[in-house]
T-cell receptor, first 110, second 114 residues
Framework: GQQLNQSPQSMFIQEGEDVSMNCTSS?????WLWYKQDPGEGPVLLIA?????ELTSNGRLTAQFGITRKDSFLNISASIPSDVGIYFC??????????FGTGTRLTIIP | SAVISQKPSRDICQRGTSLTIQCQVD?????MFWYRQQPGQSLTLIAT?????????ESGFVIDKFPISRPNLTFSTLTVSNMSPEDSSIYLC???????????FGPGTRLTVL
């Protein structure tokens, strides 16, 4: 099946820095979702995107649906310690199942 | 979003045994999904559980290994049968949101097979 590649695989940043990560696909999607998974927990939905070019914010998080429909981006501004975790993108098209990305692990250096 | 609970939260099991994982939702849902997350990996869909019919399994997963029950619209179980160390993973259930594409996840069951 198709695969979503997330970049970078891991990030080490200092508190207060901005974070950017992306997700790319070999095929198009109609919906992009971004999740965050804390250790020992299930993924939590952060942002949902439904339209090419759409830019949506949720507090310090901003995500964009790429105009080619094959990619999506997530930015976190002014990172704080609780931002630590693994971020997953997920794409959906038609009646197909939700496809998850490979994940980006965010670590904040004290 | 729905409130989802899973039992057990974690377990350590011996090779060759079986474990049944429960998923309870606080509202009625038509579909429930079961995922496997192997260590350090992403989420892989095992099957979709519909009330009143057999579950639909994804490629690479079979009913004999992962039998699923869906007795009503708020509950489902996944059994991991004849376990081996390769079955050590986090098992997650999820339900669709109002938009039908979004999914909301339970806290997961962390399984270790010795």
């Amino acid at each position: 099946g198709q695969q979503l590649n997330q970049s970078p695989q891991s990030m080490f940043i200092q508190e207060g820095e901005d974070v950017s990560m992306n997700c790319t696909s070999s095929s198009i999607f109609n919906t992009w979702l971004w999740y965050k998974q804390d250790p020992g927990e299930g993924p939590v939905l952060l942002i949902a995107l439904y339209k090419a070019g759409e830019l949506t914010s949720n507090g310090r998080l901003t995500a964009q649906f790429g105009i080619t429909r094959k990619d999506s981006f997530l930015n976190i501004s002014a990172s704080i310690p609780s931002d630590v975790g693994i971020y997953f993108c997920a794409g959906h098209f038609g009646n197909e199942k939700l496809t998850f990305g490979t994940g980006t692990r965010l670590t904040i250096i004290p | 979003s729905a409130v989802i609970s899973q039992k057990p939260s974690r377990d350590i099991c011996q090779r060759g045994t079986s474990l049944t994982i429960q998923c309870q939702v606080d509202s009625q849902v038509t579909m429930m999904f079961w995922y496997r997350q192997q260590p350090g990996q992403s989420l892989t869909l095992i099957a979709t559980a519909n009330q009143g019919s057999e579950a639909t399994y994804e490629s690479g997963f079979v009913i004999d290994k992962f039998p699923i029950s869906r007795p009503n619209l708020t509950f489902s179980t996944l059994t991991v049968s004849n376990m081996s160390p390769e079955d050590s993973s986090i098992y997650l259930c999820s339900v669709p949101g109002q938009g039908a594409v979004e999914q909301f996840f339970g806290p997961g069951t962390r399984l270790t097979v010795l």
